[in-house]
């Protein structure tokens, strides 16, 4: 889907952190991780001194292994992708489509960082975040994530707008496990971005990314539903469910997650028992000013987006 992401609607809104503050989380990280590998190896050499010394040998390459190693991981998979050197530098590690990772992502990037961090002192990292355009490392690649920066000035970070209420909590029932990374992100993008872009193409798009998301789900868009506010319901529900997963169920169903929360992920399928209802409308908002075509009047050959995105 990244065909759809056109000049006008691309720009992500997750900004990558660049290599001198991930430099300094990770420093920060190795300092904490080695401490307290000395002082558990200093507690071990009191417990073991009457170990012969391949006990010791074994004992001590296992933790090597869990500090230095699992400690890191854990603490990713946690925390959500804030270690303390990341808390401590405002940085955050999420997938590429900026949900919250899970214990996989943190595992690979864990043991690919022993290689480029560890064993090569951080010269392979350095370069492949060099080279790479959003700043990843080898780690993140393999494991499809992204260091970002959480502290933004505010005001600069575009918001998902929310459905219209007669649509909140309507797609509880749809199966959204098959629908792929890259498309979330499409429709995350032209949401954030569809005021920006000329009506008709912003329409075109709305289809395009409805039909295919509608595919991919395995039940169609019901009949009077606007594409973009179908698209922001879908959404809406995919939050909801990636908010009850990674905060334990804190947050309703239907749900609006802030703009701070998880912004995305996999829920477990749920198969609906039958299709989705058709949903009327029962009545469409007038349309958003900024969507009337460039000529000042609206368009008679096509709908309202449904729903008036906030200022």
């Given at each position: 889907?990244?065909?759809?992401?056109?000049?006008?609607?691309?720009?992500?809104?997750?900004?990558?952190?660049?290599?001198?503050?991930?430099?300094?989380?990770?420093?920060?990280?190795?300092?904490?991780?080695?401490?307290?590998?000395?002082?558990?190896?200093?507690?071990?050499?009191?417990?073991?001194?009457?170990?012969?010394?391949?006990?010791?040998?074994?004992?001590?390459?296992?933790?090597?292994?869990?500090?230095?190693?699992?400690?890191?991981?854990?603490?990713?998979?946690?925390?959500?992708?804030?270690?303390?050197?990341?808390?401590?530098?405002?940085?955050?590690?999420?997938?590429?489509?900026?949900?919250?990772?899970?214990?996989?992502?943190?595992?690979?990037?864990?043991?690919?960082?022993?290689?480029?961090?560890?064993?090569?002192?951080?010269?392979?990292?350095?370069?492949?975040?060099?080279?790479?355009?959003?700043?990843?490392?080898?780690?993140?690649?393999?494991?499809?994530?992204?260091?970002?920066?959480?502290?933004?000035?505010?005001?600069?970070?575009?918001?998902?707008?929310?459905?219209?209420?007669?649509?909140?909590?309507?797609?509880?029932?749809?199966?959204?496990?098959?629908?792929?990374?890259?498309?979330?992100?499409?429709?995350?993008?032209?949401?954030?971005?569809?005021?920006?872009?000329?009506?008709?193409?912003?329409?075109?798009?709305?289809?395009?990314?409805?039909?295919?998301?509608?595919?991919?789900?395995?039940?169609?868009?019901p009949p009077g539903?606007?594409?973009?506010?179908y698209l922001a319901?879908?959404?809406?529900?995919?939050?909801?469910?990636?908010?009850?997963?990674?905060?334990?169920?804190?947050?309703?169903?239907?749900?609006?997650?802030?703009?701070?929360?998880?912004?995305?992920?996999?829920?477990?399928?749920?198969?609906?028992?039958?299709?989705?209802?058709?949903?009327?409308?029962?009545?469409?908002?007038?349309?958003?000013?900024?969507?009337?075509?460039?000529?000042?009047?609206?368009?008679?050959?096509?709908?309202?987006?449904?729903?008036?995105?906030?200022?």
């Amino acid at each position: 889907m990244s065909e759809l992401v056109t000049g006008e609607a691309v720009a992500l809104e997750l900004r990558p952190a660049r290599l001198p503050s991930r430099a300094l989380a990770v420093l920060l990280d190795l300092a904490v991780a080695i401490a307290v590998y000395v002082a558990v190896t200093i507690g071990l050499v009191a417990a073991t001194a009457s170990l012969d010394r391949a006990a010791q040998t074994a004992i001590s390459i296992a933790v090597f292994v869990l500090v230095l190693v699992g400690g890191p991981i854990v603490v990713e998979t946690l925390s959500h992708g804030r270690s303390l050197g990341k808390m401590a530098c405002g940085l955050r590690v999420v997938r590429d489509d900026g949900g919250p990772i899970r214990f996989r992502h943190a595992l690979v990037r864990g043991l690919i960082g022993v290689i480029e961090i560890l064993m090569t002192f951080g010269v392979v990292a350095c370069v492949a975040s060099l080279v790479s355009a959003r700043g990843r490392r080898l780690g993140d690649v393999f494991a499809g994530t992204l260091v970002v920066r959480e502290r933004v000035p505010a005001g600069r970070t575009d918001f998902v707008p929310p459905p219209p209420p007669w649509l909140a909590g309507r797609f509880s029932g749809l199966d959204l496990s098959a629908v792929p990374d890259g498309l979330w992100l499409a429709v995350r993008q032209y949401l954030t971005r569809m005021r920006q872009l000329d009506p008709q193409v912003g329409w075109s798009m709305a289809e395009r990314l409805a039909s295919d998301l509608a595919d991919r789900t395995g039940a169609p868009v019901p009949p009077g539903v606007p594409p973009a506010a179908y698209l922001a319901a879908v959404v809406q529900e995919r939050q909801a469910r990636e908010a009850r997963r990674a905060f334990g169920g804190a947050v309703a169903g239907g749900g609006q997650v802030g703009a701070a929360g998880v912004a995305g992920g996999d829920a477990p399928p749920v198969r609906p028992s039958a299709a989705v209802p058709p949903v009327v409308a029962p009545s469409v908002p007038p349309a958003h000013p900024g969507t009337a075509p460039r000529g000042g009047a609206a368009s008679a050959d096509r709908p309202s987006t449904g729903f008036v995105p906030p200022a």
